[in-house]
């Protein structure tokens, strides 16, 4: 989590049109959801100099536009539940946290969180789809014709979505994945023995 936005915000022309320079560095960020797909996407984030202003769990909201620390309220949220408590930050809803302005706004935790109901209220200049179908078609057409890029979450997702197919086929055909090391490494031997022979 967080290359592919990494990946995406690299390159110039897209950038361009929205007034951003390329990279993650010195942006703002906000993740809905601070499972493992939004808590390592904005410690990469974090990490290459992107500037995590806020982080909206199901239960309350944290934001400060200085940036948070991430390994810090992850550490607080992992043994709380909840931000209440956790100094520093300012307090607010989860749909209040959605509407704070910022660079990159991602959706990382549920289906259909932005609507045509909301999505006016959003200020950001990007949508970076962490979850499933997080934006609904509705909502895309509008962000869409603001000039809000969406990063569809087929790109961001689509590692995850590759080892889910190869750990579905593997259950399928009965085999663990030792037992397909080995007959690939077999395999691998009787075809260079077939070489020298």
């Known amino acids: 989590p967080g290359y592919g936005i990494e990946e995406a915000m690299s390159k110039k022309e897209d950038m361009e049109l929205l007034g951003l320079t390329t990279g993650v560095a010195g942006k703002t ?39 948070i620390n991430v390994e810090r309220a992850k550490e607080y949220w992992d043994n709380h539940r909840t931000f209440d408590g956790f100094d520093g930050v300012e307090m607010i809803s989860p749909d209040m946290a959605l509407y704070r302005s910022c660079d990159v706004l991602i959706p990382a935790a549920l289906e259909r969180v932005i609507t045509r109901n909301n999505v006016g209220h959003l200020s950001c200049r990007i949508v970076a789809e962490e979850a499933n179908g997080p934006v609904t078609p509705k909502a895309a057409e509008f ?37 397909l090391q080995r007959r690939y490494s077999e395999n691998s031997k009787d075809r260079l023995l077939d070489c020298l022979e």
């Open 29 to 67: 960020f906000i993740v809905q959801g601070f499972g493992n797909v939004g808590y390592y996407s904005a410690l990469h984030i974090q990490m290459n100099g992107g500037i995590i202003t806020g982080v909206i769990e199901f239960n309350g909201a944290i934001f400060d536009e200085k940036g």
């Open 143 to 179: 962000l869409e014709d603001r000039g809000v890029l969406i990063i569809p979450d087929l790109y961001l997702n689509a590692g995850g979505v590759t080892v889910s197919y190869f750990e579905w086929v593997q259950n399928l055909s009965h085999v663990s994945f030792g037992r």
